[in-house]
Structure formats: structure tokens, C-alpha cells
């Protein structure tokens, strides 16, 4: 790669030399290492936090609006399409006008969405709002790495990236109980008005703290053409993928969708060749290390993401907790991952990204499996140590696929890279959601009549059977009102174990997506860019 330069500005119009990495540089607050970290982990924590605790307040907001099931699973999909179809090109806005910029007008309009959710007295404003909330969280995050890859260093870079995670794992832990705690004691909308005032800090502190850094050589016009393709292809891929479930993975519409993402894919990497400024230069996959990286990304986020997503059915609906309960009962998988963050920036940065990425991710698969031994009875303690397992194998993921990522990215395309670093989260954690769903659906289909029949109780019409497998696949019991006692004690063993069989075997494909995964960590290695050209402030 070339030598660059790096535009260091307060604001459009003042430039002025970086500082190299090695020299001491001018103190001050705006564009010191550890402020700028501060500043972007208040940010990325309200947009992580939204993650887990809107799912909280559905139910409530159900209930409040008359909203239809259909109507509820939009305010979580509107939100995931929109952050998922726009990270790449967000990441491109950072490059081109500059991260603090993009990072700034992120937090703005994430509040303010948020805001007008809690206002809002119909479910189509709240679904409106939360696509809103998706589309300037798709700016807030790859910003936030682009500061980060800008602003520190090599030799520091892991463990920024590592405290980073702490955030994010924190925030995802605590948003089931935060929001269970908000709804029953305050209102739904309190999840969302939490978000202005933590949006108001985020911004006072981005004006103070945020030094803009633009290489010389950024990018000055935009691929609209390659933008359309892009976000086409991706909103058909992830359209397939939450629709899937619904429509059946043999129905034509599922793969109509997903051929025309394959058909939108195909013409973007065609239209990027021919482009003067691609939106993403296709050469920076010839690094085997980033796309390695890409590629570990999805695959931790099917066996992460996937997995958990029966272990919340399986708290709630199986052991009968409450939310808050449940979130609680998780707080070994996001402790671990809190703790373990910075730890794995700490070895990385020592070792490598190879044997800590090898060594999570076979840890990761570890855990799985002992998740596929869960049983109806099994106590917390048991519980407890496959959770820390899981978040002690995901925490050197989390950080070094990152870092990997973009690190291995040239420094104008940093805002790329952290929009790649996302969207591969994104979609792999609805890919695992919507395989490892599949892999439910098709283990309970099959084993709840012969279940059923072997319990000795009455045979069930196609239809019953059917409705009634729809509701043993998230864990619940079809006891239909004014069942004697003991039928629906039966009724609920029944269900409960045909829901455990279909979790065991949905871990146990995902133990075996990790077990892949170590395999492809072996082609990682530490970021050959990271830290050039940066070093703005003192550490």
C-alpha cells in the first residue's frame, strides 16, 4: 500500500497533517485515543441495547396499539432490513464526508427515531420509526470503527477493539432486564425515550472529543449504480431469510428471492470492475485474511445467533421464567463476553488473531454442544457453565474478526470495512436463525406425533397437529382451555421434550458451523494496515 496522508480536521475546512503514529503528539481532549473510545461506546450502546430490550416490550406494545402478530414481528424486521441493506453503503458515506460527521448525524437521528417511537399511537408510526432507527444505526456503527482504526495505533488497536465488544455485551445483556424492568414498572414507551438522553450525551461528547480523519486519497464521488445493486441484492437475501420460516424453505417465493440476490450480486461484482470508484473495490477480498475474516463473521454469528434464539424459548416457555428472570439466568454468556473482550484484545495484540480466533471458536463449539444436552430439569448451575463457555468463546471472535476486518483494510476504506464487519454479523445471524429454525421446525414435525401417540393421548386431526406443532416449536405447551389436570400435565411433557429435540439437534448443527469456523481462523492473521497513517492524540 501506499504512504497517505490523513486529513485531520474539527470540522469541513481545517486540514492539517496527522500526526505519525510515533511521535508525541499536541494534547488535548478532541481526538485523544481513549476519549474518542468513550465517546463511540455511549453511542454503540444505545444501538446495541435496542437489540434485545424492544423485544421486551413487544408483547406490551401489542397489546396497547391492537397490533396483529404479523404487524409486532415488523417493528423487529423493518429494523433489521434497514440496518442490514445500509451498513455497506454507510460505512462508504464515512469515508467519503468523514466519520465524525456520519458518527454525529448517526446519534442524532438514532435519538430522535427513538423519540418518536415512544410517541407514537399507531403500530405503522412505530414500524415507520424503527426503519428509521435501522437506517442511522447503519451509520452510527461502521463510523464508530472507522474512529476507532483512525485513531489508534497498531499496537493498541485490539484492545480498543476489545473494550468495544465489553460495550456492546454489556448493553445486549442488559437490555432484557433494563427493559423488562422499564415496561412492567414504567411503559413500553420508556424503551425507546431512553434513548434521547443517551443520544444527548453521545453527541455533546462526539462535538467535543471527535477529531475527523480522512485519507488523502478517500473517495469523492458515489456508485449510485453499484449502490442499487448492492442494497437490492441484500434487502432480497434478507427479505428470503425472515420470510422463510413462513413461506417454507420449498416454497417458490422463498427461492425466487433468494435467485434474485444471487442475480443482484452477480451484476454489483460485474458493475464494480467497470466503475471508476467502486463502492467496494473488489480487490480488497484478494486479502485472504479479510475475507477470511468476512466469512468467520457469519459463521460465529449462525452458531451464536441461531443458537441463542431457542435458548430464550427454552428459559421463558420451558422453565416458565420471566423475562427479566431469563435475561438474568443469560448474564454467564454476556459476563463472560464483557470480561472476556478486553482480555482477547490484550492476546491478540500478543499473539496474533490465529490461535485466540481457533481457540474461541472451537470453545464456541464446545458449548454448543453441551447446549444440545440441555434437558427440561437441567438446573442453572449446568446452564451456567455452557453460557460462559459460549460468551468465553465469542469474546476473541467478536474482537479479532473485527480488527481482521479492518485492519486488513486500506485506511480510505475503513468505513467500508466496518460496514462489511456489520452486515456479515447481520446476515449470519439471520441466516442462523432462519437454517437452525428450519432444522427445529423439521425435527419437532417430525417426532410430535409419534410423541404424542406414545403419551397415549387423543390422535390429532392434520390441522391440530400442525397448530399444534407451531407452538411446540418455541416451547409451548397446546393445552386448550379446560383440559383436566393430568392430560395437560401430559400434554406439557410431550411438548416440552419434542422442543428439547429439536433444540439439541438445531445446537448441534451449530457446534458444527463453529467447528468449521476454526478452520477458517487458521487463514486469519493480524491486520497489515491497522494503525497506518493513525495516531491523532496521546495514549
Known sequence: MTSQTTIDAAGPGDATPAA???????????????????????????????????????????????????????????????????????????DRFGHRQTFLVGVVGFAAASGAIGLSGSIGAVVTFRVFQGLFGALLMPAALGLLRATFPAE????????????????????????????????????????????????????????????????????LPGIALLSGAMFCLVWALIKAPAWGWGDGKTWAFIAASVLGFALFSFWETRVKEPLIPLGLFRSVPLSAGVVLMVLMAIAFMGGLFFVTFYLQNVHGMDPVDAGLHL????????????????????????????????????????????????????????????????APVMVGATEVIVGNAPMELSGVAGGLQQ????????????????????KVDGDLAGNWAD????????????????????????????????????ITDVAHDTFISGMSLAS????????????????????????????????
Open 156 to 223: 493498541k488497536l485490539n484492545m480498543a477493539i476489545g473494550i468495544w465488544g465489553m460495550v456492546i455485551g454489556a448493553s445486549t445483556a442488559g437490555g432484557p432486564i433494563l427493559g423488562g424492568v422499564l415496561v412492567q414498572h414504567v411503559s413500553w414507551q420508556s424503551v425507546f425515550f431512553i434513548n434521547v438522553p443517551v443520544g444527548a450525551i453521545a453527541l455533546g461528547l462526539g462535538i467535543v472529543m471527535l477529531l475527523d480523519h480522512r485519507a488523502e486519497n478517500a473517495p469523492r464521488s458515489f456508485d
Open 20 to 94: 505519525p503514529a510515533d511521535r508525541p503528539p499536541a494534547s488535548g481532549l478532541r481526538g485523544h485515543p481513549w476519549f474518542t473510545l468513550i465517546t463511540v461506546a455511549v453511542g454503540v450502546m444505545m444501538v446495541a441495547l435496542d437489540g434485545t430490550i424492544v423485544a421486551i416490550a413487544n408483547p406490551a406494545i401489542q397489546k396497547d396499539l391492537g397490533a396483529t402478530f404479523a404487524q409486532v414481528q415488523w417493528i423487529t424486521n423493518g429494523y433489521f432490513l434497514a440496518l442490514a441493506v445500509s451498513l455497506i453503503t454507510a460505512g462508504k458515506l464515512g
Open 331 to 394: 448474564l454467564p454468556l454476556t459476563g463472560m463476553m464483557i470480561v472476556g473482550s478486553p482480555l482477547a484484545g490484550a492476546a491478540i495484540t500478543k499473539l496474533g488473531p490465529r490461535i485466540p480466533l481457533a481457540g474461541g471458536m472451537a470453545a464456541t463449539a464446545i458449548a454448543m454442544y453441551g447446549m444440545s444436552t440441555l434437558k427440561a430439569d437441567t438446573g442453572s448451575g449446568i446452564m451456567a457453565v455452557w453460557f460462559a463457555l459460549l460468551g468465553l468463546g465469542l
Open 455 to 490: 403419551a397415549g393421548l387423543p390422535k390429532l386431526t392434520p390441522a391440530q397437529l400442525a397448530q399444534a406443532s407451531e407452538a411446540v416449536q418455541v416451547g409451548v405447551a397446546p393445552v386448550a382451555k379446560g383440559t383436566p389436570e393430568a392430560i395437560a400435565a401430559k
Open 508 to 539: 448441534l448443527v451449530a457446534a458444527g458451523v463453529a467447528a468449521v469456523a476454526i478452520l477458517v481462523a487458521l487463514l486469519t492473521k493480524r491486520g497489515e494496515n491497522a494503525g497506518a497513517d493513525a495516531g491523532v492524540g496521546h495514549i
Open 423 to 442: 452486515a456479515a454479523m447481520q446476515i449470519g445471524g439471520s441466516l442462523g436463525t432462519a437454517v437452525l429454525g428450519a432444522v427445529m421446525a423439521s
